[in-house]
């Protein structure tokens, strides 16, 4: 069936990326779209555990001295 709709502009750029990324028509990416709200299914997006340094370093195999190490980080900042 061929009919003309108008695309929300995120809803043309999901369908357009979608497209690109699996080398279909624009159609078919709109389609495929559509089905997966019908479902309620989408790909969740991958974990990806962030870290960052908080310039201590420490063994975090005795729970007690990390917390004691903390606590007397935290005295000496209110200081």
Do not use: Y
Request: proline fraction near 4%; hydrophobic fraction near 40%.
């Amino acid at each position: 069936m061929r009919t003309t709709v108008r695309l929300d502009p995120e809803v043309a750029a999901s369908a357009e990326r979608l497209r690109r990324e699996r080398h279909i028509r624009l159609g078919e990416a709109v389609n495929e779209l559509a089905r997966a709200g019908l479902h309620g299914t989408q790909e969740p997006a991958p974990f990806r555990q962030r870290t960052s340094r908080v310039g201590l370093k420490v063994d975090v195999t005795n729970t007690a001295d990390i917390l004691e190490l903390l606590d007397q980080a935290d005295a000496e900042n209110l200081r």
